[in-house]
């Protein structure tokens, strides 16, 4: 009872909030004679147990699995089919103008069903208007004579035949048009004179159903036990069996709520939610919520994006996923899902004058009334009580009209003044009380103007392409805010502005994000090497989440989340549930749920961090340069070209993947002898068997739920792997060359890999091996191949005894000779070394010699180079004594001339005296100078006289000093050396030598 009255209530509130021009947005999908039908007229469909779609058309069934149409005719091309019926063992049952037929799984064709009664047959044989399959397994079939045949297929029974009453007024025939069994197994017979019958405790009880005399086309019950009758001109009925009560609606009614597009009713069916769908010849679809009262109709419009192929139906059915699917006379089948009470206000209702794909920006004042932009032809105020709607264009020739044409958005402050940005009109306001127009400082000024908040202080922050500008309660700039007074703004180009609950004022640009707090500026941007850093800097929509996170919209990558604690961004993507990469509107509804408005539609995520994502298949507007609003009484509003959407979220009802069917299709078979094609949909027991000579396998599948676009699924192959493998929205699988044995194929709905019998399919694949991999010719041969290695090894084990023998006998003669020509060859290495150290004695006695003659040379060049020096000293008292002389004898001259040419070639000499050294002593001057390279030409000379034991009476005599000279020279030398008194210059110059 309390939720009966919350219904009312939230209905009462709905229709107090949107009373005026709504409609309810449905979006339709279609397919027809283009997509592969016979033809467009569809008069009857059902959806199997399988998955498969059957849709009659006046050619033939057409069989579609979402992927290909497969055409079946009837034996006799004249019969139309009248209806489509399935019984409790998955057997089809057709109704046609010639009879009844059913389908032939193994034989894959329709056969017509045959009574072993005669009279029966013959009646089966014409005009079968319906049948009803009962759960008990028994098949109604209404006919044309005032009979209804009974048939028990599955059963040892004989058929029956009952007898309709006949009318009481003309006692005429009365013929059966449709047949309904209830939960208490009542059956219910419509007629063609406008009666009902109940048939209970097998009699017919006439039904006390008033005020029809035409002909009814259909039955249906709700939930309620509630009987809708639908009549061919009469309108649609419904009638209470308990209370005998009926109600009438029809396009005569002047009560709106009784009131329906078409007075001819062709099909009536209820859906799981207890909604009645009325199908009318002309009228379009017709939805009737039981809980509001109400009447919807659906028909083809120029403002519905998706609509419904044809205005006349001529069947309904839903299906396995609370698809639901109409036949249509003209547009072959269109097919829905019933998501939510989505409703929605042509663009004409609200003066949209012309389509424009700009997504509107949406205002709620605080009295209610909707501030709409037009797209780029303005902006409208929309009264949703009396539909009243005021345009506000730009008009060239007025001066207090609105600036630009292009609102792209929208604020209402303090005062209730409605601030309104345009693209390069700058900035306009305006008064609802004064209804006019307001002056602001610089409005006019051709900035582009996207967002606007207004802060603690009542000021209004104003973000365009050129920075922010802040206006006060008087309309008078007092602050601005651009890259050249604020260097830690991201850029110029504002697209956001949010105030937190702590007051701060968030402000996102095409360049980053930033902060404005009392004393300072936050700037935040994308680093791609930091995960925690913004996803992108292009934002476009910022708000407060329940846990006073903050959320961010970005155009290209997503939302992000910022957290204060940890002063980072977590992204949320394509990988956590979010399809939508831009998002330009984020708001929460009243239980806490997120919303964004994205370039696909709308995406929930719940408190539990899951996301829904809601399209144009689900009615919902894509955002193309607008976003949704939530308003105050918690509903989402949208806009766009085609008007106004809106609904509460709180009755949106989210797809069940668990109720996805996957069922395989076909099957391919390619082998050495061509391929074949296995018919799935006969085998009962789902299984492949493979010949040796078959090395391609193709299996192809689909899924119940034709509704989504792309359907995902996954697959495991039990007998090869146990992991699941994610194929996407692939529907076949090809295995080549499989080893002989047993596998089951598993395919699951990969959107949430349930294994629910519904939504796992599983076929049986065998695999029958070639002679040569059946298991007792395996098993022969293992033991052949064992028998063969047994003989190989002893015959090998011989033949290696033999050999081993053999090569004994030959290791014995060959060491034999190897130790003969070993002893030869240490007696010719004796010889040789012998001969090695004479060798090296003549060697070393020649070297010996040739040091000694070396030696004895270099003496010997030494004491002449002493001898020169005695030349020069004695030339030198020669001169002394002539220079005394008065008169300098000339042949005392001549003489010392002769000394002097004796002497002179003293420096050459020296020269030829390093010569001889360094060939006797090799590396000693050499040694001496990396030793001490500060040594003088005259000190090497000295220690090569040295080396050589020259005595310093020589020395004295070579240098031409004395032999004190010599001894301080020694001296020096040792301490230029560096030589220890203990040590003698010999030893010294030995160890210098020998490093």
């Not at 007051?503 to 004393?519: A, E, P, S, Y």
């Not at 996957?662 to 006969?682: H, L």
């Amino acid at each position: 009872m309390n939720n009966l009255k919350l219904t009312g209530f939230l209905f009462f509130l709905w229709i107090q909030i949107f009373g005026y021009a709504q409609e309810r947005i449905l979006p339709f999908q279609s397919i027809s004679f283009k997509d592969g039908l016979s033809d467009n007229r569809i008069g009857a469909i059902l959806q199997d147990s399988a998955g498969f779609m059957w849709l009659s058309t006046q050619l033939g069934i057409d069989k579609y699995d979402g992927q290909e149409v497969k055409t079946y005719f009837l034996p006799n091309e004249n019969n139309q089919v009248n209806s489509l019926v399935q019984d409790k063992r998955g057997r089809i049952w057709v109704t046609t103008t010639g009879g009844l037929f059913y389908f032939n799984i193994e034989c894959d064709q329709f056969k017509r069903y045959t009574s072993s009664d005669p009279y029966i047959n013959n009646i089966l044989e014409g005009y079968i208007p319906n049948a009803l399959a009962l759960d008990s397994g028994a098949l109604w079939c209404s006919t044309t004579n005032s009979e209804i045949i009974v048939l028990f297929p599955y059963e040892e029974k004989a058929d029956e035949v009952i007898k309709m009453p006949k009318a009481t007024v003309d006692k005429a025939a009365i013929s059966t048009t449709d047949l309904l069994q209830d939960k208490n197994g009542i059956i219910w017979v419509g007629t063609s004179n406008g009666g009902i019958y109940a048939y209970k405790n097998s009699k017919f009880i006439k039904a006390n159903f008033q005020g029809n005399n035409a002909h009814i086309n259909s039955l249906s019950m709700d939930q309620s036990g509630l009987l809708w009758i639908g009549t061919n001109g009469n309108g649609l009925f419904s009638y209470h069996p308990k209370t005998q009560t009926t109600q009438h609606y029809s396009t005569r009614e002047w009560d709106i709520a009784k009131r329906i597009s078409n007075n001819y009713v062709i099909d009536v069916m209820v859906d799981r939610d207890n909604n009645i769908w009325i199908g009318t010849d002309g009228g379009g679809l017709i939805l009737y919520e039981s809980k509001n009262n109400r009447f919807f109709t659906f028909k083809q419009s120029p403002y519905t994006k998706y609509p419904i192929a044809d205005n006349s139906i001529l069947s309904i059915h839903q299906g396995i996923d609370n698809l639901i699917w109409v036949g249509t006379v003209h547009g072959g089948a269109s097919y829905f899902k019933y998501y939510a009470s989505v409703s929605h206000i042509p663009g004409p209702d609200l003066a949209f004058d012309q389509i424009d794909e700009q997504s509107s920006q949406i205002l709620e004042a605080d009295n209610g009334d909707l501030w709409v932009s037009a797209g780029r032809n303005g902006l409208r105020r929309y009264n949703p009580k009396s539909g009243k709607v005021s345009v506000f264009k730009d008009d060239p020739s007025l001066q207090d009209d609105l600036n630009g044409n292009n609102v792209v958005s929208l604020l209402q402050d303090n005062r209730s003044r409605i601030w309104i940005g345009t693209n390069n009109g700058g900035l306009n306001i305006y008064d609802p009380n004064k209804k006019s127009f307001l002056e602001a400082q610089d409005r006019f000024n051709n900035m582009a103007i996207f967002a606007m908040e207004q802060d603690v202080y009542g000021n209004v922050w104003v973000g365009s392409n050129t920075g922010i500008r802040i206006y006060n309660a008087n309309l008078k700039i007092i602050n601005h805010f651009n890259l050249d007074n604020t260097p830690n703004l991201n850029s110029n180009f504002i697209t956001s502005l949010y105030k937190d609950i702590k007051g701060d004022m968030w402000v996102g640009t095409n360049l980053g994000l930033n902060v404005f707090k009392k004393d300072t500026v936050l700037s935040y941007i994308s680093d791609k090497s930091d995960p925690n850093s913004l996803s992108s800097n292009r934002i476009r929509a910022i708000t407060e989440d329940d846990d006073l996170s903050v959320l961010i919209g970005t155009y290209g990558h997503g939302l992000m989340r910022y957290h204060r604690t940890k002063d980072a961004f977590t992204r949320i993507g394509k990988k956590d549930g979010l399809e939508a990469s831009i998002i330009g509107g984020i708001f929460l509804d009243k239980d806490k749920n997120v919303w964004c408005s994205t370039n696909l539609g709308l995406s929930k995520i719940s408190q539990d961090g899951s996301i829904d994502n809601f399209g144009i298949h689900h009615g919902i507007q894509a955002y193309s340069g607008g976003s949704a609003i939530i308003n105050k009484d918690n509903y989402i509003i949208m806009g766009g070209r085609l008007g106004l959407t809106y609904f509460n979220p709180s009755g949106f009802k989210k797809s069940n993947p668990d109720t996805h069917k996957v069922f395989f299709t076909s099957v391919d078979v390619i082998g050495k002898k061509g391929s074949r094609e296995i018919n799935i949909t006969s085998n009962k027991n789902k299984t492949i068997t493979l010949n040796p000579e078959d090395n391609l396998l193709s299996i192809y599948f689909s899924s119940s739920d034709y509704w989504s676009p792309q359907n995902n699924y996954a697959y495991k192959l039990l007998g090869l792997n146990n992991e699941w493998h994610s194929i996407g929205s692939q529907q076949a699988l090809t295995f080549s060359n499989l080893n002989p044995g047993n596998y089951t194929l598993q395919v699951t709905n990969a959107d949430n890999f349930s294994l629910t019998s519904k939504s796992l399919a599983s076929i049986h694949i065998t695999v029958l091996p070639s002679f040569w991999q059946k298991f007792w010719v395996k098993v022969l041969v293992v033991l052949l191949g064992f028998l063969l290695v047994l003989l190989f090894i002893r015959m090998r084990l011989s033949s290696v005894k033999k050999q081993r023998e053999q090569l004994q006998l030959l290791v014995a003669s060959k060491t034999k000779e190897v130790k003969a020509q070993e002893e030869k060859a240490y007696q010719s290495e004796i010889a040789l070394l012998k001969i090695e150290k004479k060798h090296q004695k003549l060697s070393q006695k020649k070297l010996m010699e040739e040091l000694n003659f070396k030696t004895e040379e270099l003496t010997n060049y030494t004491l002449r180079t002493v001898h020169k020096n005695n030349l020069l000293t004695q030339i030198k008292d020669n001169l002394l004594n002539e220079t005394k002389a008065s008169n300098p004898n000339k042949s005392n001259l001549k003489k010392i001339i002769g000394l002097i040419d004796d002497s002179l070639m003293l420096d050459e000499d020296w020269e030829n005296f390093y010569h001889l050294f360094n060939q006797i002593h090799t590396t000693f001057i050499k040694s001496l100078k990396d030793y001490c390279p500060q040594l003088s030409d005259r000190e090497i000379r000295l220690c090569a006289l040295i080396k050589l034991n020259f005595k310093s009476q020589h020395i004295a005599t070579l240098f031409g000093i004395s032999l004190s000279s010599v001894k301080v020279a020694r001296h020096r030398l040792r301490k230029k050396l560096k030589i220890k008194e203990s040590e003698n210059f010999e030893d010294f110059f030995e160890s210098l030598i020998s490093q």
